[in-house]
Every structure is written in C-alpha cells, then in structure tokens.
C-alpha cells in the first residue's frame, strides 16, 4: 500500500498546488483552459510519442486489446448517456457531456502517466494505443453527439 502511496501522491501533491495557487492568485475557471490545451495536444502526444517509437511494429497492432480496450470505454460512455438521458428528461447535450465526464476519466490527465508510473515503460505501448484509439473515439461522438442535440 505504502508503495501505491508513494507513486500517487505527487500527483495528488501537483493537483493541490494547482488547486492553492488558483485560490490564492483568485484565477478564474476559464485561465485553465491553456492547461486542457497543452495536456492533450502536446504533453501526451510527445511523452507517447519518445515511448512508442523505439516499439516493434508488431506490438502496435494488437487488436484484441485495443479493440476490448475501446469497447470498454464505449459501453462505459453509453451506459451513461442512456441513464442521464432518461434523468435528465432527454436534454442530449447533458447527457452527452456526463457520459464523456464518466468515460474520458482513466485516459485523460492523471490516467497515462500513474498507469506508466506504477506498471513500468512496458505499459507505455497500451497506455499509447489506449490514449490514441479512444480520444479518436471520444473526439468523434462527443461533437456529433452535441450536434445532434442542436446547440
């Protein structure tokens, strides 16, 4: 347990630097918008790109895994778009946001880098596949989804 501590904690350690320093400098909601930015499009992309490129071929195209890995996180994502649809008395746009709340979680942020953390660089290579394949899934349906709902 000490040892999952021990890898969690500056993580969390970060997140409430993050969170002290918003509060003390009286930061609104929308500064963080940058932070999204460079996460997504450029701090994964370059960390999984340094880790995958020394990677045999063969081992990116596991499609078994990434096809189990990409349904998990779809029924994840339908289970809650159906529920908060019947909730929500079928407002579209809110179910689609909470379903993408409730799927995106473990791939996004926090998600690669504990998981590269705790299992070693020979998670890379699914934590890679992982983070490409279902942001490709997330990024398509959340818009469309959005669309559909018409605002």
Not at 30 to 40: C, K, Q, S
Not at 52 to 61: C, G, I, M, N, R
Not at 112 to 132: M, Q, R, T
């Amino acid at each position: 347990m000490s040892d999952v501590i021990g890898l969690v904690l500056p993580f969390f350690g970060l997140i409430f630097l993050g969170f002290a320093i918003a509060r003390l400098t009286r930061q609104p909601l929308e500064a963080l918008g940058w932070m999204n930015t460079f996460i997504v499009y450029a701090a994964l992309p370059v960390l999984f790109f340094q880790l995958v490129s020394a990677t045999p071929v063969e081992k990116l195209t596991e499609g078994g895994f990434i096809f189990a890995s990409v349904m998990s996180t779809w029924i994840i994502f339908s289970l809650m778009f159906v529920a908060s649809v019947l909730f929500s008395g079928g407002n579209i746009a809110e179910s689609t946001i909470k379903a993408l709340a409730a799927a995106y979680g473990n791939i996004g942020y926090m998600g690669p880098g504990l998981a590269i953390l705790a299992l070693g660089e020979e998670a890379a290579v699914p934590v890679a596949l992982i983070f490409c394949f279902e942001n490709v899934m997330h990024f398509t349906v959340a818009p469309l989804m959005m669309a559909l709902a018409g605002d």
